[in-house]
Nanobody
Framework: QVQLAESGGGWVQAGGSLRLSCAAS????????MGWFRQAPGNEREFVAF????????YYADSVNGRFTISRDSAKSTVYLQMDSLKPEDTAVYYC?????????????????WGQGTQVTVSS
């Protein structure tokens, strides 16, 4: 059983920064990688970033590339999402997820384990 717990969300003005954390228990990062997704009211859950479990390779949605950075600390079983130059359109509930199926890394169906989510609000 895998349990994920996000933290670090909050309110910030446009141009500011936040760092989200996702603490995992019950799995190692030698597995199929970890992802961050977000969901704004009325929208579908969308891919934000992914880090592979072996090489640590990273992938980003075009909308956040160059502003967000995903990283991991395997010793702490924690994945981070550093968010800089935040925009009002980044406002959403952010979820971390553990990938268990070898579908596309941007596909939510690839992930069976999800955290409870953390709210990020960016004001203009």
């Amino acid at each position: 059983q895998v349990q994920l717990a996000e933290s670090g969300g909050g309110w910030v003005q446009a141009g500011g920064s936040l760092r989200l954390s996702c603490a995992a228990s019950g799995r190692t990062f030698s597995d199929n990688g970890m992802g961050w997704f977000r969901q704004a009211p009325g929208n579908e859950r969308e891919f934000v970033a992914f880090i592979s479990g072996d090489s640590g390779s990273t992938y980003y949605a075009d909308s956040v590339n160059g502003r967000f950075t995903i990283s991991r600390d395997s010793a702490k079983s924690t994945v981070y999402l550093q968010m800089d130059s935040l925009k009002p359109e980044d406002t959403a509930v952010y979820y971390c997820a553990a990938r268990t199926r070898l579908l596309g890394k941007r596909d939510p169906r690839s992930y069976d384990y999800w955290g409870q989510g953390t709210q990020v609000t960016v004001s203009s």
